[in-house]
């Protein structure tokens, strides 16, 4: 069984940081693209970063201006988010989510499985 399981969430204030991580189990870790999606109330789920299978390919959602960093440790099945200089836009429940086909990424719809996601708040 495919388990992805978000942690690191919380409520913080403008301009601070969170680091968010995603554990991945139930797949070879490594075959997987994976990536971070977001959700505010009301909104389309967006893409925010992903990760290719051995790390050598990376986007960037283009709201996020620097700001993000995304990274993984095979090792571990493990990917990670930093988020600094955070915005109350950037208030959403975050998502990971495994990705073997890793055609189109950036499309919440090809991926393969998805963890029950992280709220994530920032106030003014």
């Known amino acids: 069984q495919v388990q992805l399981v978000e942690s690191g969430g919380g409520l913080v204030q403008a301009g601070g940081s969170l680091r968010l991580s995603c554990a991945a189990s139930g797949i070879k870790f490594s075959d997987y693209g994976m990536g971070w999606f977001r959700q505010a109330p009301g909104a389309d789920r967006e893409y925010v970063a992903i990760?290719?299978?051995?790390?050598?390919?990376?986007y960037f959602a283009d709201f996020e201006k620097g700001r993000f960093a995304i990274s993984r440790d095979n090792s571990k099945n493990m990917v990670y988010l930093q988020m600094n200089n955070l915005e109350p836009a950037d208030t959403a429940v975050y998502y990971c989510?495994?990705?073997?086909?890793?055609?189109?990424?950036?499309?919440?719809?090809?991926?393969?499985?998805w963890g029950q996601g992280t709220q994530v708040t920032v106030s003014p």
């Open positions: 990760i290719s299978g051995n790390g050598d390919r990376t």
């Open positions: 989510g495994a990705d073997r086909t890793f055609r189109s990424p950036r499309n919440h719809y090809e991926y393969d499985a």
